[in-house]
């Protein structure tokens, strides 16, 4: 997911799209640690989209109180 992306969502979609990712994250979390994880690569690409969105959050956050 890129930035612009997320920047052009509306507030309630980001936030239903944060809750949605940090369900995955923890799911592929209890994956890894049963040995059941097939894409380890998948956790990285997660915790860095959550990052995005938080990101993207706080700018607008920022830019909304101005």
């Known amino acids: 997911m890129k930035a ?3 920047r ?3 507030a309630e979609a980001r936030v ?7 369900q995955e ?6 994956q ?3 040995g059941q994880l097939a894409n380890s ?3 990285g690409k997660l915790r860095r ?3 995005r969105i938080c990101t993207v959050m706080n700018e607008k956050g920022v830019a909304g109180h101005e």
Do not use: G, H
């Not at 994250?25 to 209890?30: D, E």
């Open 4 to 6: 612009k992306d997320i």
């Open 8 to 10: 052009n969502m509306p």
């Open 16 to 22: 239903q799209e944060m809750n949605e990712l940090l």
């Open 25 to 30: 994250q923890f799911n592929l979390r209890m």
């Open 32 to 34: 890894k640690a049963t």
């Open 41 to 43: 690569s998948r956790l």
């Open 49 to 51: 989209d959550i990052a």
